[in-house]
Structures are given as C-alpha cells and as structure tokens.
C-alpha cells in the first residue's frame, strides 16, 4: 500500500551562489523556508518538482522537503531541513552574516 501524501515544500540549491533557496507563494524562489509554498497538493507538488528540474542554469537539487504549518507558515519536519534553513555551516557566509 502507497504511504499517504504529507504536506512539502520545494527546495533547491541556487546555482552560482548555493544558497538554499525555496519555491515561493508568488511563483519566485526565496531564501526563507516560511516565505515558501506550502505545497498539500501532490500532483501540483510534483508538477513543480519537475519544473524546477528545467531550471538547471538557475538551481541544483531540487526535492520536496516535508513540512508542517505553524502560525500558518511552513515550518521543516526533519533536522536536516531545519539545518538547512540557517545557512551555510562555516560562519561570516550567508544567512549566518546577517546575525
């Protein structure tokens, strides 16, 4: 039996800088994980899934990360997914400069 569908976001790696980057609600990609898509729809989640896979000039990597709503914002489920929300792991680079 298929497991049940559970809410995503889409998420990236941006090309030339690495930043980790997010499918947003306007049809962009952002930098902040609660700026992105909360994406209930898996045939929709997929369609974009395949469409950022075209994308290779702009972004690598691109899967869909499992998330959860929190004061209406999508919020990571999994360590690795929070991890990646701070930036990069060297300091003075990044999200972590802007501290």
């Excluded at 997010?22 to 962009?28: A, C, L, S």
Aim: glycine share 8%; charged share 25%; no cysteine.
């Amino acid at each position: 039996m298929a497991r049940a569908y559970t809410p995503k976001v889409l998420t990236a790696n941006r090309l030339l800088e690495g930043d980790v980057i997010y499918y947003g609600t306007n049809d962009d990609w952002v930098l902040a994980h609660d700026e992105a898509l909360y994406l209930t729809d898996e045939v929709q989640a997929n369609d974009l899934l395949a469409a950022a896979h075209k994308q290779a000039g702009f972004l690598v990597g691109a899967y869909l990360a499992d998330a959860i709503l929190e004061d209406g914002k999508p919020v990571p489920t999994h360590f690795r997914e929070d991890f990646r929300t701070r930036g990069p792991s060297n300091y003075d680079h990044g999200k972590q400069a802007e501290v």
